[in-house]
């Protein structure tokens, strides 16, 4: 690729990188992108949401949309610090508030819940929580004698579509992700909450590590589970993009009055 290739996408990148916000309602989502992305890859997924009459806040994490030189500056507090602020201004809106979180977004939604107790329910998608690569393990000091790695952006089936995502990784900053991490799983039996998460069968970004981590480990008594077949690790955006739409519309409703299942974890 060379300089012009990369300039064209990078002005689209900044583009794409927008928070957005819409809808009326009395029930809100905040919606969490992922590690090097962007809302882009939530944008359709928060235009239904609108378009099923709920509030939502899909807010642009700081070090994401411009560089991956700016994301090595930034830390897991910060990111999180920005989906706090839009949970706590739904909040103030709302009556009743959910999370959705893709990837990295979901370990944010998670801390969300185990943060605000009054957090109605959460949906996630391909939630990065942990890793089986040995890779990690060597992390802290591999970053402070690289700066990148090859980026992990459009691991998508359905062909022709990107999520405008990083080209490279910023090695300071996964390490950063792996602190949030930590922190997420040493609080994940404070999330109570009713969950419904979706798991792409292949998945070439995060293992099947995660979502185990998450069933095991949770305090909800009701978490649901959806295996997609079609599609890979940016699922919003694949071939089952529209069905996750569509359930996570009917697991809101479902929830809104308080009506979930108990003691129970449903495998789908």
Partial sequence: MGKGNRAERERARREHAVSYAGGDGAVGVVLCHGFTGSPFSLRPFAQHLVDAGFRVSLPLLPGHGTSWQEMARTTWQQW???VDRAL????EECEQ???VGLSMGGALALRLAQRHPGVRGIIVVNPSLTTLDKRFLVLPLLSRLVPSLAGIADDIAKPGVTEHAYDRTPLKAVV????????VRANLPRVTQPILMFRSV?????????????????GSAEVTERLLDRSFHVATLDYDAEDIFAET?????????GDAPTEEILHG
């Fill in 80 to 82: 999180y610090a920005e």
């Fill in 88 to 91: 706590l201004e739904l909040q």
């Fill in 97 to 99: 508030v959910f999370v």
């Fill in 176 to 183: 950063e992700m792996t602190k949030l991490w930590a922190d």
């Fill in 202 to 218: 292949t998945d070439r970004v995060v293992d099947q590590s995660s979502s185990r981590l998450l069933l095991q480990r949770v």
């Fill in 249 to 257: 519309v009917d697991f809101i409703r479902r929830h809104i009055e």
